[in-house]
C-alpha cells in the first residue's frame, strides 16, 4: 500500500458544483496534514493545513479523520480557476520531518 | 511573507555538462530544504533533504555523486546535477521549511532543466 493515496481523478465539474477529495495514508504516526495546489508547469502552492479540529478558509474546508487514517478537502461553489491539481501531503512531526505527497488529485472547472 | 525563489527558472544545457540550482528562502530562515523533481503528468518525487551545515539525506535511488547538494546556509541551498544526460531533463523544485513549530513547506518557482 502506498503511503499516501490520492484518487488521480479527472474530476470533470460544472461551475458552482461543490466537489470533495479524499487522501487516504498509511503511517499512524503522522501527525501534520496539508493540501496543496498545483498548476500546470508550476510549483505546488500551499492551499491550507489540516487541523484535528478541521479548518476552513472560504469556499475551501479541510478534514480530518485520524480513525480511518484519511484527509479530505471540500470546495464549494467551484470557480473555473479551481482548476488545477490538488496534492495532498502528510507527514510525521518532529526532527525526521519527511513529508510524503500524494501523486494529486486532477480538478477540471467547467463553464 | 514566506517566499522561496530559485534560478535558474530554465536551462538548456549540453549532455556531459553541469548545472547549478540555486534556492533561496527570501524572508526567513529555513532549517530544512527539500529538493524535488518532477517529470511531465508524474507527482513529486522527493529527491534529497539537507539542513543546514550537515549532509543532505537522499532518497533511495537518488545518485548523490550526481545530484550534489549543498546547504551552505539558512537562506541558501543548491543542487548541482553534475555530467547531465538527456533523461536529467525534468522540472527541479527546491521547497523550504520554516522549522520550529512550523512544518508548512514552501515552494521554488521551480527549474526547468532540458539536457540535449
Known sequence: ?111 | GAVVSQHPSWVICKSGTSVKIECRSLDFQATTMFWYRQFPKQSLMLMATSNEGSKATYEQGVEKDKFLINHASLTLSTLTVTSAHPEDSSFYICSARVGGGAYEQYFGPGTRLTVT
Request: aromatic residues 12%.
Open chain 1, 1 to 111: 500500500r502506498k503511503e499516501v493515496e490520492q484518487d488521480p481523478g479527472p474530476f470533470n465539474v460544472p461551475e458552482g458544483a461543490t466537489v470533495a477529495f479524499n487522501c487516504t495514508y498509511s503511517n499512524s504516526a503522522s501527525q501534520s496534514f496539508f493540501w496543496y495546489r498545483q498548476d500546470c508547469r508550476k510549483e505546488p502552492k500551499l492551499l491550507m493545513s489540516v487541523y484535528s479540529s478541521g479548518n476552513e478558509d472560504g469556499r475551501f474546508t479541510a478534514q480530518l479523520n485520524r480513525a480511518s487514517q484519511y484527509i479530505s478537502l471540500l470546495i464549494r461553489d467551484s470557480k473555473l480557476s479551481d482548476s488545477a491539481t490538488y496534492l495532498c501531503v502528510v507527514a510525521p512531526s518532529g526532527g525526521s520531518y519527511i513529508p510524503t505527497f500524494g501523486r494529486g488529485t486532477s480538478l477540471i472547472v467547467h463553464p
